[in-house]
Nanobody, 126 residues
Framework: QVQLVESGGGSVQAGGSLRLSCAASGRTFSRDGMGWFRRAPGKEREFVAAISWSGGRTYYADSVKGRFTISRNNAANTVYLQMNSLKPEDTAVYYC???????????????????WGQGTQVTVSS
């Protein structure tokens, strides 16, 4: 069974940091593009960050650029999202997703991803 399991969410004060992990199982994800999305209460799911299968290319939403860093460890079938300088507006459920090869034209669209995790809550208080 293919699974993506997120962890590392929690509650922090503004300015704090969290590191999210997404552990993949059930198949090898080393050739998949991986992405992070989030959904805040009352809002639609939005793109946060993505990384190519090799890790050589990364992509970020403007709202998190310079604060968040996406990375991956293919040997461990895991992708990470380091979140620094967190703001209350970062509060959301964060989801990781996998895009099977061949790589899709746009990493920003949730529709191109084939697998999704169940999400992990991140709450940032002011």
């Amino acid at each position: 069974q293919v699974q993506l399991v997120e962890s590392g969410g929690g509650s922090v004060q503004a300015g704090g940091s969290l590191r999210l992990s997404c552990a993949a199982s059930g198949r090898t994800f080393s050739r998949d593009g991986m992405g992070w999305f989030r959904r805040a209460p009352g809002k639609e799911r939005e793109f946060v960050a993505a990384i190519s299968w090799s890790g050589g290319r990364t992509y970020y939403a403007d709202s998190v650029k310079g604060r968040f860093t996406i990375s991956r460890n293919n040997a461990a079938n895991t992708v990470y999202l380091q979140m620094n300088s967190l703001k209350p507006e970062d509060t959301a459920v964060y989801y990781c997703a996998a895009d099977r090869p061949p790589a899709s034209a746009s990493v920003y669209s949730p529709g191109v991803y084939d697998y999704w995790g169940q999400g992990t809550q991140v709450t940032v208080s002011s």
